[in-house]
C-alpha cells in the first residue's frame, strides 16, 4: 500500500471544495421521510457561488422531494470515498416557474438540460450548514471547512 499524499491545508482543501462543486455534475443525495425511512439518490446539482446555494431537480413525487417538505434536513456527497466532500443542509423545493432565472439559468448551462417547464418536476435550494472534505486519515482532524453556515477558512 502506497503511502497517502501529505495532507492539504484547510484553504486549499476549500478551494478543492468550490472547484469540485464547480466542476462536478452529479452527488448522492440522502433524505428521511417522517417516520425514518432512509432514501439514498444520485441527483444532478449547480452549485451558485453568489449564494452558497447548490440547486438540484427531482420529480415532486420522488421521495427526496417528498421527504424534505415541510422541514427540509438533507445529506449530500460530492466525490468518492478518497476525496469526498459531504454536506449537511436544508433544502426548500422550488417549482420551476418559482425558480430565480439566474439559478434556473445556471443549471441548464451546467447540466445541458432544463426542466422548467416540466410541471411534475420541482427544484431542490440546498442551504449548507456544515462542510466537511478530506481525502486520507491525514485529514481528518482538520476536515471541518463549514458550520453554521459559516466558512470556517
Keep these: 500500500m ?6 492539504r491545508s484547510r484553504e486549499q482543501r476549500k478551494q478543492d471544495v468550490l472547484t469540485r462543486l464547480r466542476r462536478d455534475h452529479d452527488a448522492w443525495v440522502a433524505t428521511a421521510s417522517p417516520d425514518g425511512v432512509p432514501t439514498l439518490v444520485p441527483l444532478s446539482f449547480s452549485w451558485y457561488d453568489d ?15 417528498v421527504n424534505v417538505t415541510p422541514t427540509g434536513p438533507i445529506r449530500v456527497t460530492v466525490g468518492h ?5 459531504l454536506i449537511e443542509g436544508d433544502a426548500q ?61
Aim: hydrophobic share 40%.
Design 81 to 85: 470515498t478518497r476525496d469526498v466532500v
Design 93 to 153: 423545493v422550488v417549482e420551476g416557474k418559482d425558480l430565480a432565472p439566474v439559478l434556473g439559468d445556471a443549471f441548464a448551462a451546467k447540466l445541458d438540460w432544463d426542466p422548467r417547464d416540466r410541471p411534475r418536476w420541482v427544484f431542490l435550494l440546498i442551504t449548507p450548514h456544515s462542510l466537511r472534505a478530506w481525502r486520507e486519515e491525514n485529514e481528518l482532524p482538520d476536515r471541518d471547512l463549514m458550520a453554521d453556515g459559516a466558512w470556517l477558512v
Design 2 to 7: 502506497t503511502e497517502p499524499d501529505p495532507a
Design 51 to 65: 449564494t452558497g446555494t447548490l440547486v438540484m431537480c427531482t420529480r415532486r413525487t420522488n421521495p427526496t422531494a
